[in-house]
């Protein structure tokens, strides 16, 4: 099973300042099949970036992902208010599939 | 405009079975596979199994958490996917959330609470 490591924990930031949010596999991931989902409080997560690197329909180009192999990065450029929330990777390169356990992005 | 309807959760004891359901509108929910995802209370999301389409055999893979107790079925003349927990656990005490697609969840129910107690 691919164990997903993401940091920080938390990250506290103010809008308009620019988030990187990491997560490391601990084995490859395959084709970079590595997705970014942002969850809020009781609503459904919500794809923002998928194959590592291309962003889902819909989602803002503020939000960019890359990386490949083990070490990938969510960059978000300028935070907005609706962008905090918690962000959670996600690998479907093997099976069993398996998440991240989040990064929290909170207002400073 | 696509949507995912879920349905079917609640309070159950240990040990029972409780079914959740998963239609949706705007797409024929045929065409694709399903999946299921849950979180449980102050935990991050954890990924349960899908369903391929019939197209790709409907053949199923489950998280090691759930094999053996949880199945994942589907009707499409019926639009509907199924996520059928028996055994139920503590531990299962989560929201439970559908979405579109095995591998690229781009679309997502609105989760169903199950609790788990006695």
Known sequence: EIVLTQSPGTLSLSPGQRATLSCRASQSVSSNYLAWHQHKPGQAPRLLIYDASSRATGIPDRFSGSGSGTDFTLTISRLEPEDFAVYYCQQYGSSPFTFGPGTKVDIK | ?118
């Open chain 2, 1 to 118: 405009d696509v949507q995912l309807v879920q349905s079917g959760g609640g309070l159950v004891q240990p040990g029972r079975s409780l079914r959740l359901s998963c239609t949706a509108s705007g797409l024929n929910l045929g065409d694709y596979a399903v999946s299921w995802v849950r979180q449980a209370p102050g935990k991050g999301l954890e990924w349960i199994g899908f369903i391929r389409s019939k197209a790709y055999g409907g053949t199923t893979d489950y998280a090691a958490s759930v094999k053996g107790r949880f199945t994942i079925s589907r009707d499409d003349s019926k639009n509907l996917a199924y996520l059928q927990m028996n055994s139920l656990k503590t531990a299962d005490t989560a929201v439970y959330y559908c979405t579109r697609g095995r591998l690229r969840f781009d679309y997502w129910g609105q989760g169903t609470l199950v609790t788990v107690s006695s």
